[in-house]
């Protein structure tokens, strides 16, 4: 991948003058707590071996020159002018990361890259957040900053919202401090986290992408923040909280009454709940208790299905018959979960299935998925990475 990516950058910038440095960084997938991060919850995703690579060195003028291996529409721009421009598409998402720098007082320089990525855009893997990442660590490395990849995840939240979604901090700190067979269970609102093993036996992590692409920001994404904010506003009336997932479910039955809105209830119950299920599943699995994933994921599912609505008939039809092999089949589990994964209405799915299994699960969940929309499914076994860094 390094030599491919060396490659790229030679025939998009014929000037030799200088050797670029290359960096990797990962998508990531959440085992479970959806639309938790932003509420002040816990999540639990790892980083995957797919994900963004970027060849980069530095010129010495003011310019930004950007090509992508993925999309034939090279960017440029100066460091003078980093406002939003839509005729520079994906290039604005860089912009808002040098945004974050120039907010910071680092004195940035010109330079060119190029990028490239094997993550299905739009599938709920973070490719936004992937290509962040990337970007904060190679110019924090080339112009030697010294910013700690925490605080760059914090960066790299805020160029999201530089682009209209107003997301957690999730996605961007799994794609910077994700650990190689391991589960990151972190506290959103803390940013305490630990890296807890993946000791997953004979099973794996089947990623199933229902290639009904989404947009976080014209996804209702926002919307479903601002219905919890909202939520939140009515309960810190009788609970001194400062987010959702203060709540515990028992506090949460007690108060609940006090949201006037019957959506925004629903909402809120799911990030309590699911707070809730993310601890109990992430303790779980550090106990080697793999056969109670299954009823945390299936409510987790049901929960973003009934509750928060951001399930859609794709997803649904992808993790339906997942469950339902589980259930025709006696003996050995074959499958120990599965739920959608991502912002919803379109992307991925996420299970948990023996390795024995996984070719016949992915044809019988596959048939029955075409069957139902009449869209192809394309499956991944998941590879858990570590996070962000130069190769």
Not at 14 to 38: A, M, Q
Not at 200 to 214: C, K, Q
Not at 347 to 352: A, H, L, R
Request: one cysteine or more.
């Amino acid at each position: 991948m390094r030599q491919h990516v060396l490659d790229g950058f030679s025939k998009a910038f014929v000037n030799n003058d200088g050797t670029p440095r290359v960096f990797f960084s990962p998508g990531r997938v959440n085992l479970i707590g959806e639309h938790t991060d932003y509420n002040g919850g816990l999540v639990f995703p790892c980083a995957l071996s797919m994900g963004t690579y970027g060849a980069i060195r530095k010129r010495d003028d003011n310019d930004v020159k950007l090509v992508s291996g993925n999309i034939s529409a090279p960017v440029e721009f100066s460091l003078d002018n980093l406002t939003h421009d839509p005729k520079h598409s994906w290039g604005n998402y860089i912009k808002g990361v040098l945004l974050q720098f120039a907010e910071k007082g680092h004195k940035l320089g010109g330079f060119e890259m190029y990028i490239w990525g094997n993550l299905p855009n739009g599938a709920g893997l973070s490719s936004s957040a992937s290509l962040n990442t990337l970007v904060a660590l190679a110019l924090n490395s080339i112009f030697e900053f010294g910013i700690d990849p925490i605080e760059r995840s914090i960066m790299c939240q805020k160029a999201e919202h530089y682009n209209g979604v107003n997301c957690g901090i999730m996605d961007p700190f799994a794609c910077a401090m994700g650990k190689q067979d391991h589960a990151l269970l972190l506290d959103c609102a803390t940013l305490e986290y630990k890296q807890i093993p993946l000791n997953l036996g004979d099973y794996r992590i089947l990623i199933a992408n229902t290639n009904y692409r989404r947009g976080l920001a014209d996804a209702k994404y926002n919307e479903r923040r601002a219905e919890c904010e909202s939520a939140l506003a009515d309960l810190q009336n009788v609970c001194d909280i400062k987010t959702l997932c203060d709540l515990t479910p028992k506090e949460f039955e007690k108060h609940k009454s006090v949201i006037k809105n019957d959506t925004e209830r629903k909402r809120a119950e799911h990030a309590v709940y699911e707070n809730y299920r993310t601890k109990e599943a992430a303790q779980a699995l550090s106990e080697g208790r793999l056969d109670e994933l299954y009823r945390y994921m299936e409510d987790s599912h049901l929960s973003l299905r009934d509750l928060y609505e951001v399930v859609g008939d794709a997803l649904d039809a992808m993790v339906q018959p997942t469950l339902e092999y589980a259930k025709l089949h006696t003996g050995v589990p074959r499958v120990l979960g599965s739920r959608m994964t991502g912002a919803g209405f379109g992307g991925c799915t996420v299970s948990i299935v023996h390795k024995d299994y996984a070719d016949d699960i992915m044809q019988y969940v596959g048939k029955m998925y075409l069957e139902k929309t009449g869209t192809e499914a394309s499956f991944y076994i998941a590879e858990v990475a570590d996070g962000a860094r130069e190769i």
